[in-house]
């Protein structure tokens, strides 16, 4: 999990390096090259590339290209580490579409502990000024587009492979990413090149590394592991963009992110 959560940091902090270039061109790169693996991966395996629950694997495509592209969006406007630590709050969203989707039933203590997550917004936000309202929207609705992922993922359950719903996910946004970049592209140059190609290797094997920990360890001991993601971001911002994190910052984030943490661990309990 600690290699996964290092991956993902190394991807968001190329992503914002290349804010300046359209947000689906960034998107068709980050999927073209995780594509290319995940199809390589599948082919060698022998498994079948086109699923059992197609229908559930093309929305839970959209959801996830939705979500990713509303986060890349808001990389142009907020600090990464503030950016992954709002973005957090999808499983959050995603509890809460599981009860109303799924059936499924909370513990008393999560809604104390969703209460604290979302008053940590309201610090970050009423407290700091440097937060900008368009990119506080954009992540948020991220985070809600994330939460649905998951029900999606939950519902198409164990019928597929894990490798085949990434690359589902990974084609529908190679293609609409690619379509969308068409009339808007900006041509790399230099090293560009190598940060965009490195898009897809380092979310591929923050993917792969995900799955594999979850297969290989409790979840209540895993999961609270990917929130190390959030202290990887924040470090790679002071040190690589020059972010600057006021006190109300700190706080707001160790608020969403404790509460987070110990609602896997309720959760799960």
Excluded: C
């Amino acid at each position: 999990m600690i290699i996964s959560t290092f991956s993902f940091t190394l991807m968001n902090a190329v992503v914002k390096y290349l804010s300046h270039f359209p947000t689906f061109e960034v998107v068709f790169f980050r999927s073209l090259g995780s594509l290319v693996l995940a199809t390589s991966y599948i082919s060698i395996k022998g498994i079948n590339i086109l699923g059992n629950r197609k229908g559930l694997l093309i929305l839970r495509s959209f959801l996830g290209l939705t979500a990713m592209s509303l986060f890349f969006m808001s990389l142009k406007y907020l600090p990464v580490g503030t950016a992954v630590s709002l973005r957090y709050l999808s499983p959050i969203f995603a509890t809460l579409f599981a009860v109303v989707l799924l059936g499924e039933k909370l513990r008393a203590m999560q809604w104390p502990l969703f209460f604290i997550a979302f008053s940590g917004v309201l610090v970050l936000k009423g407290f700091d000024g440097a937060i900008n309202n368009i990119g506080l929207i954009l992540i948020l609705t991220a985070s809600v587009f994330s939460g649905l992922v998951y029900v999606a993922i939950r519902r198409i359950g164990s019928s597929d492979h894990p490798i085949v719903i990434v690359n589902y996910f990974m084609f529908v946004g190679t293609v609409v990413g690619g379509l969308l970049s068409i009339f808007d592209w900006k041509t790399p140059i230099g090293n560009e090149w190598w940060l965009f190609l490195s898009l897809g290797i380092f979310g591929f094997f923050g993917q792969v590394f995900m799955t594999k920990a979850f297969q290989i360890a409790k979840t209540n001991v895993i999961a609270p592991l990917k929130y190390i993601e959030v202290i990887f971001t924040v470090s790679v911002g002071i040190l690589w963009f020059g972010d600057v994190y006021s006190l109300w910052s700190v706080l707001g984030i160790l608020m969403i992110v404790g509460a987070l943490v110990a609602n896997v661990w309720v959760s799960k309990k």
